[in-house]
């Protein structure tokens, strides 16, 4: 397993990046930045079914409250 150090002198590609923010499901910010960063790059990386589901959940809460 790679040290902090190692980790943060190693560049991350983009398609990485957005993978490992996606590995916290759970944080919404996270998530964003993921599908932010897709946005910017241009980079398409798949989002698991359970994320999808989670957005969608997020969007029915935001629009109740509306």
Avoid at 29 to 39: G, I, K, T
């Amino acid at each position: 397993m790679e040290t902090p150090a190692e980790y943060f002198r190693r560049k991350l590609t983009d398609e990485e990046l957005i993978t490992r923010l996606r590995d916290r499901p759970s944080h919404r910010v996270c998530r964003e930045a993921a599908l932010r960063l897709e946005e910017l790059s241009g980079v398409t990386v798949p989002k698991p079914p359970f994320i999808e589901r989670l957005d969608d959940l997020a969007d029915e809460r935001r629009n109740r409250s509306e």
